[in-house]
């Protein structure tokens, strides 16, 4: 009897242990397909859109969702503002031809994000900014 009940006992620690390996791996999958998204931009210029934050690797990535409008104005440029309130003058928004970079990798020296905002570097003037809920990294 005592040994049917220590068999029982040990198969149901193996049980856990393997209820803990698939729920690691499940959150290690979620989190490789992880997304934070900002407010809606809000700004004198811009007030459509938001902008994404994800990892593929490591590269750090930010995105502007499809009902972005680029603002017409002379130099739109990608700005961003980190959690302990540094800015940092991105690419422009405006490439060759009629393009747009609607996403940017960033620096590496950029550790976190709480801010992304659309900045006119002719008119040095904000145009619009989304926050995240928290800083992204």
Same mark, same amino acid.
């Given at each position: 009897?005592?040994?049917?009940?220590? =068999? =029982?006992?040990i198969q149901m620690g193996?049980?856990? @242990?393997l209820l803990i390996v698939i729920l690691s791996f499940a959150n290690s999958? @979620?989190?490789?397909?992880?997304?934070?998204?900002t407010n809606v931009f809000a700004g004198s210029k811009v007030n459509k859109g938001?902008?994404?934050?994800?990892?593929d690797g490591n590269?750090?990535?930010? =995105?502007?969702?499809?009902?972005?409008?680029?603002?017409?104005? /002379?130099? /739109?440029?990608?700005?961003?503002?980190d959690s302990k309130g540094n800015v940092? @003058?991105?690419q422009r928004l405006g490439i060759k031809g009629?393009?747009?970079?609607? =996403?940017?990798?960033?620096p590496s020296y950029? @550790?976190?994000v709480v801010k992304v905002q659309i900045w006119c570097a002719f008119a040095e003037a904000l145009l619009g900014e989304a926050s995240f809920e928290s800083p992204v990294n």
């Open positions: 009897m005592r040994e049917k009940h220590f =068999s =029982s006992l193996l049980m856990s @242990l999958a @979620l989190a490789v397909g992880h997304s934070n998204t938001t902008a994404s934050f994800t990892k590269k750090k990535i930010l =995105s502007l969702s499809d009902d972005f409008q680029v603002p017409d104005t /002379p130099d /739109p440029h990608w700005q961003v503002v940092y @003058l991105l009629d393009k747009v970079n609607t =996403s940017i990798i960033l950029i @550790l976190d």
